[in-house]
Every structure is written in C-alpha cells, then in structure tokens.
C-alpha cells in the first residue's frame, strides 16, 4: 500500500452531481434523503447535491441541515454581455456553497480549456464557492500509460496552490457513466500522486460509476477523502448507502 499521507486528518466529502437532470417534483428525492440523513446523522462526512441550476433556489428554501448545495458550472466574470450564462455570484446568491469546475463533460461538449477551467475556479473562490476541481483521462491515455502524468498535468494548470480550500476530484472519462470505475490499485496510483500534487488537506474525491455495491470499497483507498457521484445520487435509496459507506 502507498503511504496514507493525511487521510485522517481530511473531513469527508460526498458530493452527487445531478447534470441536466431534475424537474421540482424530484424535490421529494431530496428531502427523502436529508429526512433519512438525520438518523442517525452521519458527522463525518459533508453530503452536497449540485443540482441543476434551476433547483439550487427552491432546495435552498427547503433549509436542509444535512445536505449542503453546489452548482455543475460557473462563468469566469462577475456579470456582463454572456446570454444563458450564470456568474458564480448569482451561484451563491441562489444558494450554492460548492461549485464544481472543469468537468469532463463541460470540457468535451463546450470545449473548455484548463486556461478557462483555471479562471472559473478563481471566479468561484472568489465568490467564496468551494470548487471541486474535476480531472481524468480518457481510455485511449490511460492505455497509453500516460494517465498519472495527463491528470496531474491537469491539476497542475488550474490548481491555485494550497490552503484555499479547492476539492479535486478525479473522474477517469472511461469510467463516467459507464458501469466500469477504476480499480483499487489505479485509484491509490492516482490519488497519491494528486496528494503530492496538493497538500495532506486537499479533500481527493473518486467519481465514475459510484454505486452502493462498490463504494465502500473505493472510499478506503488511501487518499480517497470521497467521492463525486452522478446517476447514482439521484435516488435516495442509492444515494444515502453510499454516504453511509
Ligand atoms: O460524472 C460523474 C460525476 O460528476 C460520474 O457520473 P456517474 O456516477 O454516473 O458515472
């Protein structure tokens, strides 16, 4: 095993990224899961839903102690002349405490470059959202042996240095929404180098294809402070097993 450098010292973190899926009756989902959160209340770990943007307000409203708010995306600027875009102000004004920037899927369908996905992030701390900065590679990297380099690489083009609070998560492309996740021995490959890439505070979350039946197993690889889930946070009865685990 690869040293654990910092896992204990490091709150947990479980955050479910809803995408472009949620209407306002799927409010019910979402107080089922904070109604099921309080007994017995897990207090080690953080449970955040980033739901669409449109959901952040009214689930906001809902006052929930146990589940905290995040958005999938934010502009770089503060305001201006950018039609369908919202800044990471209005993100919190709405309600949002984490925003998440640079996911595969923004990367791949809006074509954002590290440059890009570097100025969300410090657009996001600066209206003081915690970013969960998203890094993976693709299968054709990985099978070229390159995958611990590509990422870290990555990391290294929009990480704005220690201390500010930024969450990482590493999402291997090939493993989103596929059913397949990354073994345990690529997770810690990964992870460990991202460590030395961050600080021993950094929180390192795992996503691709999370799921009940092998979370646990994923959240007990060294450096593995949680976890960025998405069809699987959307049901509660999936949802809560995996922030239990
Ligand atoms: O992209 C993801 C979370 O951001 C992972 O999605 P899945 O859990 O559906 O594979």
Redesign the pocket.
């Known amino acids: 095993m690869i040293q654990n450098m910092g896992d204990g010292d490091v709150r947990r973190l479980i955050?479910g990224?809803w995408?472009m899926n949620g209407l306002e009756d799927d409010l019910a989902e979402v107080t089922t899961l904070a109604q099921r959160l309080e007994t017995p209340r897990p207090d080690n770990v953080d449970v955040v839903i980033?739901p669409p943007a449109t959901l952040i307000a009214p689930m906001h409203a809902l006052q929930f102690d146990t589940i905290g708010l995040g958005a999938q995306d934010c502009h770089t600027e503060e305001s201006g002349a950018y039609t369908g875009d919202l800044s990471a102000a209005m993100l919190r004004d709405a309600g949002a405490c984490y925003c998440?920037v640079g996911?595969?899927?923004r990367r791949d369908y809006h074509g954002e470059t590290d440059e890009v996905v570097k100025a969300k992030l410090a657009a996001a701390l600066k209206a003081d959202l915690i970013p969960i900065l998203?890094v993976g590679e693709n299968l054709e990297t990985r099978e070229a042996g390159k995958a611990v380099d590509t990422v870290v690489a990555q990391l290294k083009a929009a990480f704005p240095g220690a201390g500010k609070g930024v969450v990482v998560?590493y999402?291997p492309i090939w493993?989103?929404?596929?059913?397949k996740t990354a073994g345990p021995a690529e997770i810690e490959e990964m992870h460990a180098a991202l460590r030395q890439a961050t600080s021993p505070d950094t929180r390192l979350l795992y996503?691709?294809?999370?799921?009940p039946g092998n979370a646990a197993e994923i959240l007990a690889v060294s450096n593995v402070n949680g976890a960025?889930?998405?069809?699987?946070?959307l049901k509660a009865d999936d949802f809560e097993p995996i922030v239990r685990a």
Do not use: F, P, R
């Open positions: 955050a990224n995408k980033c998440i996911h595969s899927e998203c998560a999402e493993a989103i929404g596929t059913g996503g691709g294809s999370v799921k960025l889930v998405g069809g699987a946070s």
